[in-house]
């Protein structure tokens, strides 16, 4: 069993930062690519940064020199620093990872989600 858990959520007006980190938890071999999602009321949920266990990194269009995903392998922990926060930001902010573990028929991938973590931006 994996567990993912992002913190970090809150109020904040526009212009402001927020930090979010989704900690990974529980029994795995690996962890490969890892990325953020958020999804916004009535609408789809969207990739908004993708990470590689190399360190690559790609963005939506729309978050691009404001966003920046990182990874601490060591401890098992995804961030996203947002900067420059702009009302069409707010949204629930979702962790996302491909794991390996190991089951009684061996290594096998599982794609893990975080619960969400609710960002709001506004005066």
């Known amino acids: 069993q994996v567990q993912l858990a992002e913190s970090g959520g809150g109020l904040v007006q526009p212009g402001g930062s927020l930090r979010l980190s989704c900690a990974a938890s529980g029994s795995f071999v690996s962890i490969s690519g890892m990325a953020w999602y958020r999804q916004a009321p009535g609408t789809q949920r969207e990739l908004v940064a993708y990470i590689t266990s190399g360190g690559r990194t790609t963005y939506v269009h729309s978050v691009k020199g404001r966003f920046t995903i990182s990874r601490d392998d060591a401890k098992n922990t995804m961030y996203l620093q947002m900067n420059s926060l702009k009302p069409e930001d707010t949204a629930v902010y979702y962790c996302?990872?491909?794991?390996?573990?190991?089951?009684?028929?061996?290594?096998?991938?599982?794609?893990?989600w975080g619960q969400g973590t609710l960002v709001t931006v506004s005066s």
């Open positions: 996302n990872a491909n794991t390996v573990v190991v089951d009684s028929s061996g290594p096998a991938g599982l794609e893990v």
